[in-house]
């Protein structure tokens, strides 16, 4: 059973709005925010914006299509963007990032001493939420040169969308916090009551710090620490401005999300978090929703009529577990508009001898297989919509291939807009 339809989520009159000024694409790993905060980026500039895109990790060729594969930590111009608009794309380099937040912060020597400092390299290479920090570090310094009318910003591939606004005042906290003061402790103290102190600092080390465990790695915090002084208050500080930004008129935040359980669950989730810190959601972006051009032959009637076809089973195109997308050598295909496209399996299915009943059997099956998809697909999104029937929704259909070039993201972009209905 459908359940209310959500409204639709217009994406073109967010994008054109003077006043927004942020966007931010969150989501759970691998469901698209790279594509979409590009997509949208360059669809906002096409329509005349001045944009620039805060890309995190995107694959190679995409960076590559946007003239940003060589990783500098600056924004680069767009070429090739049709209209009056700029597009201005860049990679996030976090550990550029956080040395040019230790360069901006202490004096020549100091930053040097903590810069070469071996716990701070660990720390900057990669420590869990320095990626989600520096990126709202970066957000924070692109907004401060008000130098473009939107920044769209893509997060980092974390497990969970709730990471990109945990994890920068968790790494905020313990770099300002009385954990690193209890390990200074010792340096500043002195003595047996210093050696107390460290010692509770090391217990409550083991764990994430575990690794890095031992005589050398305890100097070298010291000495990290003793040079970081004059920046304690900093990163706390710095974390909670950006969070204020991010919950100022003029951010929008877009959730993307694949139609899948599990991240709907996730996204219904950081639904209700954005809600409670009163982050102004824009809507849902669902990505990679599948169609079909034969919606009206029910997966029922086309088995039951492969049976009366007489056809034997043969193998199961779609194997054990529900439909294969995309595979190499047969299965189901979406082409423009939502449209499947049947690729024939090989032998033995496709030889000159085989019967047509038997080919129009498996197709018949295929077809099946794809309708029953789309009514789980249907039944998860019914879900989300009971939970939350206030947020807005666009679809974007599941491509036939990755998107890698300007044309594709163009593609996604329309689609974007246009919410779903085809276009
Ligand atoms: N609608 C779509 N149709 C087909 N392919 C898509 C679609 N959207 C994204 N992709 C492809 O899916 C892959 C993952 O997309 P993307 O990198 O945008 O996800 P992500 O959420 O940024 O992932 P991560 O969490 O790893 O950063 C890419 O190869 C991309 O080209
Ligand atoms: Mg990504």
């Given at each position: 059973?459908?359940?209310?339809v959500p409204?639709?989520?217009a994406?073109?009159?967010?994008l054109?709005?003077?006043k927004?000024r ?8 691998g ?11 360059l669809?906002?500039?096409?329509r005349?914006?001045?944009v ?7 694959a190679?060729?995409l ?8 990783l500098?930590n600056t924004?680069r111009?767009v070429?090739e963007?049709?209209g ?6 860049m990679m ?7 040395d ?11 930053a040097?001493?903590?810069l ?7 720390l ?14 970066k ?16 997060t ?10 945990d994890?920068p ?10 954990f ?11 003595g047996?009551?210093?050696?107390k102190?460290?010692n ?11 690794k890095?465990?031992g ?10 620490v003793?040079?970081m002084?004059?920046m ?14 991010l919950?100022?008129p ?13 991240a709907?669950?996730?996204?219904a989730?950081f ?11 824009a ?5 990679r ?19 009366a076809l ?21 299965g ?16 033995p299915?496709d030889?000159?001898e085989?019967?047509a ?5 498996g197709?018949?099956r295929?077809?099946?297989?794809r ?9 998860t999104?019914d ?6 029937p206030?947020?807005?929704?666009a679809?974007v259909?599941?491509l ?17 807009a ?6």
């Amino acid at each position: 059973m459908t359940l209310d339809v959500p409204p639709t989520l217009a994406v073109d009159p967010l994008l054109d709005d003077p006043k927004t000024r942020i966007i931010v694409c969150c989501g759970a790993g691998g469901v698209g925010k790279t594509t979409t905060a590009a997509a949208l980026g360059l669809r906002a500039a096409e329509r005349g914006r001045k944009v620039v895109v805060l890309t995190i990790d995107p694959a190679r060729r995409l960076a590559q299509s946007m003239g940003i594969d060589s990783l500098d930590n600056t924004p680069r111009r767009v070429k090739e963007i049709e209209g009056d608009g700029e597009l201005h794309a860049m990679m996030l380099d976090m550990k550029r990032t956080f040395d040019e937040i230790v360069e901006a912060h202490a004096d020549a020597e100091r930053a040097r001493a903590i810069l070469e400092n071996p716990f701070y390299q660990s720390l900057s290479a990669g420590f869990a939420g320095t990626q989600e920090y520096m990126a709202m570090e970066k957000l924070g310094q692109l907004r401060a040169r008000d130098e473009w009318d939107l920044i769209i910003v893509d997060t980092p591939p974390s497990r969970s969308a709730l990471d990109f606004l945990d994890a920068p005042s968790r790494l905020g906290s313990f770099l300002d916090g009385k954990f690193i003061r209890v390990l200074m402790a010792p340096a500043k103290v002195g003595g047996r009551a210093g050696m107390k102190f460290l010692n509770v600092g090391m217990s409550m080390m083991t764990g994430t710090l575990g690794k890095l465990l031992g005589g050398p790695f305890l100097k070298d915090v010291q000495t990290f620490v003793a040079a970081m002084d004059t920046m304690f208050g900093g990163f706390r500080t710095r974390a909670d401005a950006t969070y204020r930004l991010l919950q100022a008129p003029g951010t929008a935040f877009l959730v993307v999300a694949a139609p899948e359980r599990d991240a709907l669950r996730e996204a219904a989730y950081f639904v209700e978090r954005l809600a409670a810190d009163r982050m102004p959601l824009a809507g849902l972006v669902l990505n990679r929703v599948h169609g079909s051009g034969a919606a009206r032959l029910s997966a029922e009637r086309a088995l039951a009529a492969a049976e009366a076809l007489g056809a034997p089973d043969g193998p199961d195109p779609a194997g054990p577990d529900g439909p294969v997308e995309n595979h190499e050598t047969g299965g189901i295909v979406d082409q423009e508009g939502g449209k499947e496209e049947v690729r024939t399996p090989p032998e033995p299915h496709d030889s000159p001898e085989t019967p047509a009943t038997e080919l129009t059997a498996g197709l018949l099956r295929l077809h099946a297989e794809r309708m029953r998809l789309l009514s789980r697909e249907q039944r998860t999104r019914d879900r989300f919509t009971a939970l939350h029937p206030e947020v807005a929704v666009a679809e974007v259909a599941a491509l036939p291939g990755d998107v890698h070039d300007l044309a594709g993201l163009r593609d996604i972009g329309d689609r974007l807009a246009s919410g779903g209905r085809p276009v």
